[in-house]
């Protein structure tokens, strides 16, 4: 009976603690609390200003970062998580990310994580879909789409030649592919192409 006296005492005692947090009492400076002493507030005064500490970031020296591992569910504000989460899942998946610059890399941060530079190279020389100018946007050459890169399939891949003139130099509609290779031409004015997914140098 004295223990559980004693508890209900303790827990009234704890109640009425907190219940005085939010009326007046001078821990929690309520405009209403008892004023300070003269001594407190010089004290106060004298004692430096409490400045928040900046959460660490992850900024390294070129080269020295390392990848993510296993735990690479947030990688939206770090391009080298981004790429190696990417590569993770296949060499084509990366290869798209960098065409389509989801992470806005360039030289300078590819350096960060140069395990990742020879790709770079590559998807610089890739492109998407769409009507590009021959040699503004593309540059004459082999390409072959990223797709077996990744494991995948061409699927309805529409693509064409095109001279100044507009007159159709070559082109084709495959259904069903596991990759499809192009010759861009010198006298090639546009390329044209849809539902083929990004192509890369072959």
């Known amino acids: 009976m004295r223990r559980r006296a004693a508890s209900l005492i303790t827990a009234t005692l704890f109640a009425a603690a907190l219940a ?5 009492n001078p821990i929690w400076g309520d405009p209403e609390a008892a ?3 003269a001594a407190a507030t010089a004290e106060a005064a004298a004692a430096p200003e409490a400045t928040a500490t900046p959460r660490s970031t992850k900024a390294q020296a070129a080269g020295a970062w390392k990848p993510c591992g296993k ?5 939206a504000d770090d391009t080298c998580d981004g790429l190696y989460a990417a590569r993770a899942n296949s060499r084509g998946a990366l290869l798209d990310m960098m065409i389509q610059d989801d992470f806005q890399i360039d030289q300078n941060r590819i350096k960060d994580c140069p395990r990742f530079a020879a790709d770079w190279k590559v998807a610089l020389a890739g492109f998407g879909e769409g009507t590009l100018q021959v040699g503004a ?3 004459p050459g082999k390409y072959v789409t990223t797709a077996n890169l990744s494991g995948k399939k061409v699927l309805e891949c529409f693509w ?3 001279d100044a003139a507009g007159e159709l130099l070559g082109g084709d509609t495959i259904a069903s592919a596991a990759k499809v290779t192009v010759t861009i031409k ?3 004015a546009t390329f044209t192409s ?4 990004n192509w ?3």
């Open 137 to 139: 946007d593309v540059q």
């Open 186 to 188: 010198a006298g090639d």
């Open 160 to 162: 064409e030649r095109r």
């Open 71 to 75: 735990d690479c569910a947030d990688v």
């Open 20 to 24: 005085g947090c939010s009326h007046g």
């Open 200 to 202: 890369i140098p072959a």
């Open 35 to 37: 004023p300070t002493s």
């Open 194 to 197: 849809q539902g083929c997914g």
